[in-house]
C-alpha cells in the first residue's frame, strides 16, 4: 500500500511558478514510477507529467513542455513538479499517482492516488 499526499498548490498570476510536492509511504516507492495528472472543472482528467522509478526518465505531455519539470528525490520519498510561465488554462486539480509496473500516461495504469491539489491561475 502506498498513501500519496499532494501539497504545494495555490493561487497564482499568469507567468508566476509553483513547486507541487507529492509525498509517498510505503517502502517500494523507490521501485514505482510516478505522474503528475489534473483535472480542471468540467473536464476530464489529463496527463501532465510522468518519471521512471530510477528517474533516468521523464516525459511530458506537449501542453506543458518546456514550462512544467517532473523530478523525484528517492531519499525523500517525493516526486515534484515544477511549474513555471503558468497560464489560466493551467488551473485545474493536480494529482500525484503511483504504479506498479511500467510507467506512461495512461491514468488507468496507476495504482494509488492522492487526494489532488488545487491550482489556480489568475490572468
Known amino acids: 500500500q502506498v498513501q500519496l499526499v499532494e501539497s504545494g498548490g495555490g493561487l497564482v498570476q499568469a507567468g508566476g511558478s509553483l513547486r507541487l510536492s507529492c509525498a509517498a509511504s510505503?517502502?517500494?516507492?523507490?521501485?514505482?514510477?510516478m505522474g503528475w495528472f489534473r483535472q480542471a472543472p468540467g473536464k476530464e482528467r489529463e496527463f501532465v507529467a510522468a518519471i521512471s522509478w530510477t528517474g533516468g526518465s521523464t516525459y511530458h505531455a506537449d501542453s506543458v513542455k518546456g514550462r512544467f519539470t517532473i523530478s523525484r528525490d528517492k531519499a525523500k520519498n517525493t516526486v515534484y513538479l515544477q511549474m513555471n510561465s503558468l497560464r489560466p488554462e493551467d488551473t485545474a486539480v493536480y494529482y500525484c499517482?503511483?504504479?506498479?509496473?511500467?510507467?506512461?500516461?495512461?491514468?488507468?495504469?496507476?495504482?494509488?492516488w492522492g487526494q489532488g491539489t488545487q491550482v489556480t491561475v489568475s490572468s
Open positions: 510505503g517502502r517500494i516507492f523507490s521501485s514505482y514510477a
Open positions: 499517482a503511483s504504479r506498479t509496473s511500467g510507467w506512461g500516461i495512461d491514468a488507468t495504469a496507476y495504482d494509488y
